[in-house]
């Protein structure tokens, strides 16, 4: 007879977009993952003022990434068993003392988190050590809000990424545990580009926690990279011409064509089991 192995029990802490639903699914139709409770927080919008002549272009922007989330993820959703265990709770209160309690009750191994509220030092001491973050931007180079927009603003899509990290008290800073750049294609947009990422990473997530316990740590590499703390209240008009000048501009194609050697300024690790035994 074969060795039995006991399925890996996760709480997940998460948003409640569609790429966030979809995560959660993924992960708990993932065999030898169960999820035992999804914390799913309410969307908090990073635009919420009318629409107008001074926003125009970022409303434009959302509401074309929401639309290529729906083409991209509402098939799946709508299709698939949902395993999750999902509540919606109000953001930001994920660290009212209940959650932690009801969390430590649930005898689980891993707290999974994709996209929710920054977890502070109350909520952290309960679990040392098994709170796992996917932080959609290579860190250090991108840290903080919309990092996976900036590189793309900025024209180094190479920057473009996911970090698997534990967590700490910091914004971003916890110990790395894996890194992948984002999937690139000639024929690519901003919102392509994003959803193909949250579709990997969360594949790449499902062996990491499957194989936690075999991990080892990734070797130390000296680097200066380019670091850049990014925040909601820089996502701008500008900011969101610039982007779509830098694809008019054929930016992907020359990132294409360049890709074997401006992928070598990044130290990060390509293979998803590579430091996994």
Same mark, same amino acid.
């Given at each position: 007879?074969?060795?039995?192995? *006991? =399925?890996?029990?996760? #709480? /997940?802490?998460? &948003? ?6 979809? +995560? ?18 309410t ?12 926003t ?13 989330e729906?083409?991209?993820?509402e ?30 009750? *649930? =005898?689980?191994?891993? #707290? /999974?988190?994709? &996209?929710?509220?920054?977890l502070?030092?109350? +909520? ?13 931007g290579?860190?250090p ?12 603003v ?9 970090t ?11 110990e ?30 499902? =062996? ?14 000296? +680097? ?38 401006r ?15």
């Amino acid at each position: 007879m074969g060795e039995y192995i *006991m =399925n890996k029990r996760i #709480v /997940i802490l998460t &948003g409640n977009d569609l790429r966030h639903q979809f +995560f959660r699914k993924k992960l708990a139709l993932t065999n030898g993952i169960e999820v035992v409770q999804s914390f799913c927080e309410t969307v908090k919008h990073i635009i919420s003022e009318e629409f107008t002549e001074e926003t125009k272009f970022r409303h434009k922007h959302l509401e074309a990434r929401h639309q290529s989330e729906k083409d991209f993820f509402e098939l799946y959703l709508n299709t698939v068993e949902d395993k999750s265990n999902p509540i919606v709770i109000e953001r930001g209160t994920i660290n009212d003392e209940k959650y932690p309690l009801q969390i430590a009750a *649930m =005898n689980i191994d891993l #707290v /999974i988190v994709y &996209g929710a509220s920054i977890l502070k030092k109350s +909520f952290l001491h309960f679990f040392p050590n098994k709170i796992l973050n996917v932080h959609l931007g290579l860190s250090p180079y991108y840290r903080g809000a919309g990092t996976n927009y900036w590189p793309l603003v900025d024209g180094l899509p190479e920057s473009n990424g996911a970090t698997f990290m534990f967590i700490n008290e910091g914004i971003d800073t916890g110990e790395i545990i894996h890194q992948i750049r984002a999937t690139y294609y000639y024929s690519d947009s901003s919102f392509s580009i994003g959803n193909r990422l949250i579709e990997e990473m969360t594949h790449v997530f499902a =062996n990491l926690i499957l194989k936690f316990d075999s991990l080892q740590k990734p070797p130390l590499v000296n +680097f200066n990279p380019l670091r850049k703390f990014c925040k909601n209240a820089d996502f701008s008009e500008e900011s969101v011409k610039k982007l779509h000048q830098n694809f008019a501009n054929n930016m992907i194609e020359m990132y294409l064509n360049e890709k074997e050697k401006r992928d070598l300024s990044f130290p990060i690790q390509e293979n998803p089991l590579l430091f996994i035994g």
